[in-house]
């Protein structure tokens, strides 16, 4: 694994280098071109996210700082590119907050189900200062800083097994991310979670070796999962968060006024990818139902039997998460 990141860090120094060389070539002005990396299709909220911002830091700094977009795990797969941004060797990075549990275990926060009705309320949330700050203490810990949290949306259920109460969960094969929280989650409401590589869920649906996955609808459609599905169940059991985060000594090496124009392109580009996000939401559901797929609604009161049935889930990750503060404002309460 080791031999295998320093191969995917050296590929994303090569091609810093290979940019910057390039930049200063074509120009006398264009003195910084970095590397943004994701590991999501081109097609997706990430993209937009990812682009947004890269013009955004061009635009404010006149021509003078450039990022280059590579997605699709071009520089590396979700835990690739976290591990070479925390050694630097990636200065930015858009991705779920789901891998990155692994190494900043308090943020399992965010893997805590069931608590929104509305992506409202999540934006309510994530735009608390207080709150955010504290979440930032959480990245600096690995030297990390986040410089904004946008989403695609809520995470949602395909399957071939039509879901409207708690006992219709029982016994399904269901793709999840290897995520232990995600996986307590679907155990404790009678599922039966399956972790498996990106890569194969298309065909693990195809072949019935799952039964089904769960992913926002971006996702979903951008990889044709609605297509070996014959229902889609509206969950909403987790927003799907996607932070943009940059390695602090990258961050430390620049001038004060190159920070500041990379925080307000940040945000720009946060509250541009929220927009989109829901935007796109109802066009991603109309290429579901057109492909065949029925949409299942969720009801509250299924909803809060979900909720009731993670109960010792919430107690773990409130245990983990070690600050009541942030764990109770997470949550509402």
Known sequence: MKRNLKKYCAAALFAVLLLFCSGCAQSETQDYAWVLATASPED?????????????????SNGEMKIEVYANSALGSD???????????IPFVVQNTAPQVSY?????LFDLPCVFDSIDELHEVLDDESFMEKINEIYAEKGLELLGMSDQDFRVMTSNVKVETLADFSGIKIRTMENSYHMAFWKAIGANPTP????????????????????????IVSNNFYEQQDYIIQTNHLPHLLSLIVSESFMESLEEDQQEIIREAAAT?????????????ADRIAICEAGGAEIVAVSDELRAQMREASADLYEEIRTVVADDDLYYTYIGE
Not at 44 to 60: D, H, N, P
Not at 79 to 88: A, K, V
Not at 197 to 218: H, K, M, R, W
Not at 269 to 281: D, G, I, K, N
């Open 79 to 89: 835990t690739e590119l976290i591990e070479c941004c925390m050694t630097g060797d």
């Open 104 to 108: 900043l275990p308090r943020l399992c």
């Open 269 to 281: 580009a946060c509250a541009y990818a929220r927009e989109q996000a829901q935007e796109r939401v």
């Open 44 to 60: 997706t909220v990430t993209q937009i996210y990812a682009e947004k911002f890269a013009e955004e830091v061009e635009r404010l």
């Open 196 to 219: 498996m590589s990106f890569s194969e869920v298309y065909i693990g649906l195809q072949q019935n070796t799952i039964d089904a996955q769960e992913n926002p609808y971006e996702v």
